[in-house]
């Protein structure tokens, strides 16, 4: 992993990283970004190994426009107005996931809305156009450590890891705090985390809420709400039920069912993540009495995958 002065050249390489599912840690106005094609379930599936989360957070998608944000989400009035006022800027909305989004369902952690923003900084900028998609990008430290407003942050934050497989040098962060983030998906503008762009600045375009964690409002995007699919889920199975379908592990044990999907036969837990939400939508979308999910070691991206399986069988 080194430290790259973002010039044109090292952005070109960067690009190529990015497109072959790699990381890439980039500069941004806010704080520094752990970059990934967001359209790469693996891809994505190693922002969360690498960064040692023990929860799959749903993670910020970066565009470079309003008209490219229109490809993944409905832009709604509201997000209209406020993208037209602050993007590209310290701005992230929360809007409802378009059906035809092109994007992993790990980047949003099976939710049905993502998280978008538009970098004013031009590396990140870069970035987005040269690799040719979206990118999800955290901030780039570990996770429970501070987010990091130069490259050497992020260099001393993962030593000794592949990834990120460089890092980009675009100096220290202007504004240094994460972006705001408001749920715009009804008409009604909630403050999901206070950031980057002041409470004030927003509230010269629209009247602003704010999200009390105590308080539990009926909206999409809430970070309580967990995706939960229709059918119940049955964990630890080593045998499949009539009616069930089958969401398997390894090669060893796996019960016969005629529906089933595995997370990974060769037992990688990092490619399990990258399947999860998209093979638990897929199970859940054939009509079956239940979806057995069988053991996943609860190591590495297996704690993550578990507390995610839990929350969904509750
Ligand atoms: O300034 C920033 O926002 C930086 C730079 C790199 O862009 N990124 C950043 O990402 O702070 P991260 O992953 O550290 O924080 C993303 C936040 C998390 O708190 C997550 O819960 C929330 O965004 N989030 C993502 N998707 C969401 C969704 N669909 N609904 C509600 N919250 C969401
Ligand atoms: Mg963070």
Redesign the pocket.
């Known amino acids: 992993m080194n430290i790259i002065f973002a010039d044109q050249q090292a952005i070109l390489n960067a690009s190529d990283f990015i497109r072959n599912g790699r990381l890439v840690a980039v500069p941004?106005e806010?704080?520094?970004?752990l970059a990934a094609d967001a359209g790469n379930d693996k891809a994505v599936a190693k922002i969360f190994q690498t960064k040692g989360r023990p929860q799959f957070?749903?993670?910020?998608v970066?565009v470079t426009s309003i008209e490219q944000a229109e490809e993944y989400v409905s832009m709604t009035p509201l997000a209209k107005l406020l993208a037209e006022a602050f993007w590209p800027g310290?701005l992230?909305l929360?809007l409802p996931r378009k059906q035809s989004a092109n994007l992993s369902y790990l980047v949003?952690a099976g939710?049905d809305?993502?998280?978008i923003?538009c970098?004013s900084h031009s590396v990140m900028r870069d970035l987005i156009f040269n690799s040719g998609c979206p990118i999800a990008?955290?901030?780039a430290n570990p996770s429970n450590y501070m987010?990091p407003t130069t490259a050497e942050h992020v260099k001393n934050g993962f030593l000794g890891l592949p990834e990120p497989a460089i890092i980009l040098d675009g100096g220290p962060c202007e504004v240094g705090l994460?972006?705001t983030?408001v749920d715009a998906c009804t008409e009604h503008a909630v403050i999901?985390?206070h950031?980057?762009l002041s409470r004030g600045d927003l509230e010269r375009t629209c009247p602003i809420y704010t999200h009390e964690p105590n308080q539990k409002i009926k909206a999409p995007?809430m970070?309580e709400k967990h995706y939960a699919p229709v059918h119940k889920i049955r964990l630890d199975v080593k045998e499949v039920r009539a009616g069930e379908v089958l969401l398997a592990f390894g090669s060893e044990g796996v019960p016969v069912c005629e529906n089933t999907l595995n997370l990974s036969t060769s037992g990688d837990l990092t490619e399990a993540a990258a399947n999860l939400f998209k093979m638990l939508h897929r199970l859940d979308a054939i009509q079956s009495s239940g979806i057995a999910v069988m053991n996943i070691p609860n190591t590495d991206l297996g704690e993550a995958i578990n507390d995610r399986l839990n929350r969904a069988s509750k």
């Open positions: 941004t806010t704080v520094y970004g957070n749903p993670l910020i970066h310290p992230t929360v949003s939710l809305t993502i998280a923003r970098s990008a955290p901030s987010s994460e972006s983030i999901l985390r950031g980057g995007g970070l």
